[in-house]
């Protein structure tokens, strides 16, 4: 592979003469099945060989490449003015992480925790795999409180929780939700409750004490939930229209939220094998409710996806629908999505909450089903709800019906 990045023979034959030339073909290779251009994967190699000259200068062998010894190097390097690390610098990531993969370098042992705080931890997070069966996000929503929460009742000394009271449960909860506003605001209790039931679990304390951790009040439906005007959809829709490969994905992705009310992790886990042409179906695979659930593929948003299938998404693999634009060409993540929606309001001029995203295409999608007459249940296997109760509060966006229901105002206004 090397003899069709470089041209010169000489660069190749100095480059196979190192520290490293065992490898750099292989790795050559891997980088261009990863889609990166010639120009990047000769910048990497390049790069490798210098941070191996250096190694071979401090007197360590290839197979003693870490992470440590990448800083030190790193840190050695002059920046640009701009703050950025010099090319040097570029992809020497990738090289650490290749050498592991192919077995030449060790990964380094993870550190076993060693204070009773973080043994805690590390058994609890077990057990929200292991038997809750938890999302990432939402096992570190729950650690870093259940973190304060032991910190609070034991310090840094070994917890014996036969001496934890219903009062500092309360009070821990009382003060975690002081700090908290709206809907967030029932998390430390949920979470500390979660944590409660572990200890029943192993036996260190009795069963019922979780119910010290008391949720706040809360006010289910006492506002409506945030939607867009069909106006509205169609002006963020807009944005994306120009045939760039970027354009065409978000354009797809955007259609997806809007016209059938997927959450983000829906979109950025919908493979290639999911979408049924011919029947013109989506086959959605168990997400957040643990379900999976088919749903109709309209015609603008089936046009969509095939755009951006022929012409913006990177011949990979990889069997993602939505992929990077830019190498190396991943699946995208939920920060992506919703940085991606957030830039589609700001340039359609949509204002909404801070850390509004493509949620209130969900919202929006149900409140268009229940004032077009559509049943609770029928919004439920569209939305895919667990239950009825998370559907009832679109009964308010009902206006029409609240309306003839309503009793007349006898009051004096």
């Given at each position: 592979m090397l003899a069709h990045t470089f041209v010169r023979t000489s660069v190749?034959?100095?480059?196979?003469?190192?520290p490293l030339g065992p490898y750099l073909d292989t790795l050559a290779t891997s980088l261009h099945h990863a889609g990166y251009a010639p120009s990047s994967i000769q910048r990497y190699l390049?790069?490798?060989?210098?941070?191996?000259?250096?190694?071979?200068?401090?007197?360590?062998?290839?197979?003693?490449?870490?992470?440590?010894?990448?800083q030190r190097y790193v840190s050695g390097l002059t920046r640009y003015r701009s703050g950025h690390l010099p090319k040097a610098a570029q992809g020497l990531g990738h090289l650490i992480r290749?050498?592991?993969?192919?077995?030449?370098?060790r990964p380094r042992q993870a550190v076993l925790p060693t204070s009773p705080l973080e043994q805690w931890l590390v058994e609890y997070d077990a057990h929200l795999v292991q038997v809750a069966g938890l999302?990432?996000?939402?096992?570190?929503?729950?650690?870093?409180?259940?973190?304060?929460?032991?910190?609070?009742?034991?310090?840094?000394?070994?917890?014996?929780?036969?001496?934890?009271?219903?009062?500092?449960?309360?009070?821990?909860?009382?003060?975690?939700?002081?700090?908290?506003?709206?809907?967030?605001?029932?998390?430390?209790?949920?979470?500390?409750?979660?944590?409660?039931?572990f200890l029943v679990f192993r036996g260190d304390i009795r069963p019922g004490f979780e119910a010290a951790a008391l949720s706040p009040p809360q006010w289910q439906y006492a506002s409506l939930p945030l939607r867009l005007t069909p106006e509205n959809v169609e002006r963020v829709l807009a944005v994306y229209q120009e045939s760039t490969a970027s354009s065409l994905r978000n354009r797809a992705m955007l259609l997806l939220l809007a016209r059938l009310g997927l959450r983000a992790q829906d979109v950025i886990s919908l493979g290639l094998d999911d979408i049924d042409w011919?029947?013109?179906?989506?086959?959605?695979?168990?997400?957040?409710?643990?379900?999976?659930?088919?749903?109709?593929?309209?015609?603008?948003?089936?046009q969509a996806v095939?755009?951006?299938?022929?012409?913006?998404?990177?011949?990979?693999?990889?069997?993602?629908?939505?992929?990077?634009?830019?190498?190396?060409?991943?699946?995208l993540t939920n920060s992506a999505v919703w940085w991606i929606v957030r830039q589609a309001f700001a340039h359609a001029?949509?204002?909404?909450?801070?850390?509004?995203?493509?949620?209130?295409?969900?919202?929006?999608?149900?409140?268009?089903?229940?004032?077009?007459?559509?049943?609770?249940?029928?919004?439920?296997?569209?939305?895919?709800?667990?239950?009825?109760?998370?559907t009832g509060i679109y009964a308010k966006l009902a206006l029409d019906t609240l309306a003839a229901v309503a009793l007349p105002w006898g009051g004096v206004l």
């Open positions: 190749i034959t100095r480059l196979r003469r190192g390049r790069a490798a060989e210098q941070f191996a000259q250096w190694l071979h200068g401090q007197g360590y062998a290839v197979c003693e490449m870490d992470d440590d010894l990448l290749f050498l592991q993969q192919q077995g030449v370098v999302a990432l996000s939402t096992r570190q929503s729950y650690r870093r409180i259940v973190r304060r929460f032991i910190s609070a009742c034991f310090g840094s000394e070994t917890p014996n929780w036969q001496s934890v009271t219903a009062s500092m449960i309360t009070a821990f909860v009382a003060q975690e939700v002081a700090m908290r506003q709206r809907s967030s605001r029932k998390l430390p209790a949920v979470a500390v409750r979660s944590f409660l039931r011919a029947d013109g179906r989506l086959d959605l695979r168990p997400g957040k409710s643990h379900r999976a659930r088919s749903l109709p593929l309209p015609q603008d948003v089936g095939v755009a951006y299938l022929q012409g913006g998404r990177p011949h990979n693999e990889r069997r993602q629908v939505f992929l990077r634009c830019r190498p190396p060409f991943h699946p001029g949509i204002v909404v909450p801070p850390g509004i995203a493509s949620h209130i295409f969900r919202h929006t999608v149900a409140s268009q089903m229940v004032n077009h007459g559509a049943s609770f249940k029928e919004v439920a296997d569209v939305l895919g709800h667990q239950s009825l109760q998370t």
